[in-house]
């Protein structure tokens, strides 16, 4: 799993491998959002993230679904298959979100 972070201005983007440190980091001011894949059709469990929203005070500003392409190499790929991004900030910079 990769998740970014990024400063708006300058659009410098950063790869995590956790969502915990990518929360972290945004808490910390090293970054002014997070794109977090929250959700998966592949996934089982999405409590885990949504406690990392809690923990460091993260707010959800923004949602995208991605529905996976169905290749012509792989025609028995599920067509339902998914994952969910949401776009986070933290509670001190949310105020001043555009």
């Known amino acids: 799993m ?3 972070c990024s400063h708006t201005r300058g659009a410098h983007r950063t790869a995590y491998k956790s969502a915990k ?7 910390g ?24 929203l809690s923990k460091y005070g993260l707010y959800i500003v923004g949602e995208y679904d991605l ?9 028995v ?3 339902s298959s ?3 991004f949401l776009l986070l900030l933290s509670s001190s910079r949310s105020a001043t979100w555009t």
């Open 29 to 52: 001011a090293e970054a002014d959002f997070v794109v977090l894949p929250i959700e998966s059709s592949t996934l089982t469990s999405i409590h885990t993230k949504y406690d990392l």
């Open 67 to 75: 529905q996976q392409q169905q290749e012509e190499a792989a025609p």
């Open 2 to 4: 990769v998740i970014f």
């Open 21 to 27: 440190v990518a929360c972290a980091t945004i808490n």
């Open 82 to 84: 998914y994952t969910r």
């Open 77 to 79: 790929q599920d067509a």
